[in-house]
């Protein structure tokens, strides 16, 4: 089955930029009608959703976020990869990648275009700790 | 977006049955029927326990159900058993390729 991994520095200082890579296995990046997604959840609170990546490299993220946020993906590799620029300690979280199902209005055999819409996050990767501090 | 609402606990004895809010807003939960719920024990990730608002993913037991009535959902845990006692999230599209979660409930079984 699909399995996630993060990958990436524990720690980084304020005003740096957070780096992190998932690498996917059991299954191919390149499927069709799945998001590519970076969740993080800061200690004791709840979960939030960074944003995601299609497999033809087009993004979309969370608005509060979106000026410091870049995913990307490598298909050669089947990983994708989070940066987050001029960080603080408020971005000190829990990052989690995950595998998002999509609905979109057009699909051919191999790729779907249009707005899809998340629908669920599944499998997760384990989770790696990012701590911000000097 | 702001984050979907949900009590911040709950609780139920062992056999009881429990339901979990999850209001959201008509541009969210109310628009759509991508409402998924999660469960999470500490120190692990979260494990999608419902989708669709209403489906359950292979593996998750009968005893989870999922539900939606205008702006809000609901999770239900019906036969509570000591294994479910966790923190529950809920998740919705929000529309413009954005997705917001709910800030979690911990179930706890009494």
């Known amino acids: ?134 | 977006q702001s984050a979907l609402t949900q009590p911040p606990s709950a609780s139920g004895s062992p056999g009881q049955s429990v339901t979990i809010s999850c209001t959201g807003t008509s541009s969210d939960v109310g628009s759509y029927n991508y409402v998924s719920w999660y469960q999470q024990y500490p120190g692990k990730a979260p494990k999608l326990m419902i989708y669709d608002v209403s489906k359950r993913p292979s593996g998750v037991p009968d005893r989870f159900s999922g539900s939606k009535s205008g702006n809000t959902a609901s999770l239900t845990v019906s036969g509570l058993q000591a294994e479910d006692e966790a923190h529950y999230y809920c998740s919705s599209y929000a529309g413009s390729n954005n997705v917001v979660f709910g800030g979690g409930t911990k179930l706890t079984v009494l």
Do not use: M
């Not at chain 1, 790729?111 to 911000?132: H, R």
């Open chain 1, 1 to 134: 089955q699909v399995q996630l991994q993060e990958s990436g520095p524990g720690l980084v200082k304020p005003s740096q930029t957070l780096s992190l890579t998932c690498t996917v296995s059991g299954g191919s990046i390149s499927s069709a009608t799945y998001y590519w997604s970076w969740i993080r959840q800061p200690a004791g609170k709840g979960l939030e959703w960074i944003g995601h990546i299609y497999t033809s490299g087009s993004t979309n993220y969370n608005p509060s976020l979106k000026s410091r946020v870049t995913i990307s993906v490598d298909t050669s590799k089947n990983q994708f990869s989070l940066k987050l620029s001029s960080v603080t300690a408020a971005d000190t979280a829990v990052y989690y990648c995950a595998r998002a199902g999509a609905a979109f209005p057009y699909c051919s055999s191999t790729t779907c275009w249009g707005e899809g819409k998340n629908k669920w996050f599944d499998p997760w990767g384990q989770g790696t700790l990012v701590t911000v501090s000097s």
